[in-house]
């Protein structure tokens, strides 16, 4: 076997994290198998009707970029990419008579730990994205987009590049879009490894050739973005929500979700369970569906927390998490937040001394070191977790830890320094005990963990 | 120096910015020159940023602060292990200690024979699939058991006859 054919032995195929058939009224993952992601595929699955409807190019009579944002204002349709912003207001912002360029972006930079959505909608059904992003070029009067892709999945930013060309063969990007004076080039670009990325003016520095390092806000990228130029950033999801939205109505959006929380939303789901994978269902679902949609917790295991939105997310303990249904709004209530949709699980073999330690050290990894408190302060969170871990720890290191966040919180330029604070603080508040309990007896108060 | 086939690929991707945005290439100009020579050497910088009309400072930067840009000579297969936590909780870890012992080595070295080199790295987007492992940054292998993590050892060695 030559190289290529060894590596190729070990790719995966999405048949047991997306096409296991366990969605709920799936509108972004319907119908998949991983072979059909080609333009006539999804042509054939109702794929690119709703650009054609809001041009008018079937006879029917055309939608006015207004229309196109009340519809997704109706929808009810947040952010998927993790602060859960309502879309069409975010649309809205943008400048539309400005007489310059303007930019969109898709933010694809999924580095969040325990998110793998968007890379699944990329790798099975990049048109539906494209298809979302040319309807929100042309709400906003934009003609020039990049979809930043994360480093790490490579062989889907080449697929989306592949998808990115067969689009553009038919006449669905570039100039005079299916006939239309609608113009939109859209082009693939990379990311190299930085989690920080993720955020969105650290991303647009990067798509300018430069280190990932947050702008300050105001101004905002709808004022002042890309190249300096009035841009919007969205979540892959977000834009491959649209086509359905426009196609059924923004009310038909809504009702599948519950009121400020509308449509179907991926989760993907982590950690201890039976069967990891994405998962799409209707928002406001039980948390217990979800959980058994994913098989459950590891057999012969109980659940003992949920991180419900990604490593950023504070961990809730298994009897508040089963209580909540699957929307921003539920799980904000309960004192975390949806975030990205990802959601690890973790079971009663798990040290959360130990799980926090990695969760530490990867944000003191990661951080761009442009503002002290984050700098220095994830160094710091890191050190005590670790020492903690080590059997070196003081009784006083968790009022430390938890001094040493709340510092970070809200001093600094961007999210990263929240992210870093929140699941030290949320570990501290639900599971002390077992803190407490490494600093006494120095060792794990569940030595089971593997 | 950069070969003319990646020099055609740099056109490719500056044709994607605006004129007045060569800047915007660097990530992929690097990344090709990655794929090409195994890591990005300064020589590569200079050329890189001579092509774009950047410092040669500011592609050192863009160099020095991403993660996947290898600024030595590394193993003709890296191989890069997430251990974050949601890979933690599925053998992540697992798998790495397993490859270093595979490989007599310990994460972060290479191999003697200049075949592999060992890293751990964080979060690949690829949480459901783990254990997950990235091979020299643009192949992704899942569900990598200790069995399976065997199988790719040994059929890289025999794929370069040291077996």
Redesign the interface.
Known sequence: MNTQQVLGQFQATGVETCFHGRHIDAQILDGLDGRNWRLKDYEARGGYQALRRILGVDGEEAMSPDQVIATVKESALRGRGGAGFPTGLKWSFMPRQFPGQKYLVCNSDEGEPGTCKDRDILQFNPHIVIEGMIIAAYAMGISVGYNYIHGEIFQTYERFEEAVHEARMAGLLGDRILGSSLNFQLHAAHGFGAYICGEETALLESLEGKKGQPRFKPPFPASFGLYGKPTTVNNTETFAAVPWIIRNGGQAYLQCGKPNNGGTKIYSVSGDVERPGNYEIPMGTPFSVLLDLAGGVRTGRKLKAVIPGGSSAPVLPASIMMDCTMDYDSIAKAGSMLGSGAVIVMDDSRCMVKSLQRLSYFYMHESCGQCTPCREGTGWLSRVVDRIENGLGRQSDMDLLDNVAENIQGRTICALGDAAAMPVRAMIKHFRPEFEYHVAHKTCMVPAYV | MISIESRARFEQEVA???AE?R??????C??IAQQEIGYVSAEAESEIAEF?G?APM?VH??TT?????NQRQVGKYKLNVC????C???DGS?ALQHLEKKLGIRMGESTEDGLFTLQQ??????????PVL??N????????TDE?LD??VD??R??EGKA
């Open positions: 994607k910015y605006p945005q800047q915007s290439a660097v990530m992929a690097l990344a774009l950047m500011a930067e863009v602060f991403y993660n996947m840009y251990t974050n936590l949601p933690q909780l599925r697992r790295c964080e979060c690949l987007g690829a949480c459901a699939d783990s990235l091979v940054d643009r192949t992704m292998c899942s569900f990598m399976k199988q790719l059929g890289l025999a794929a």
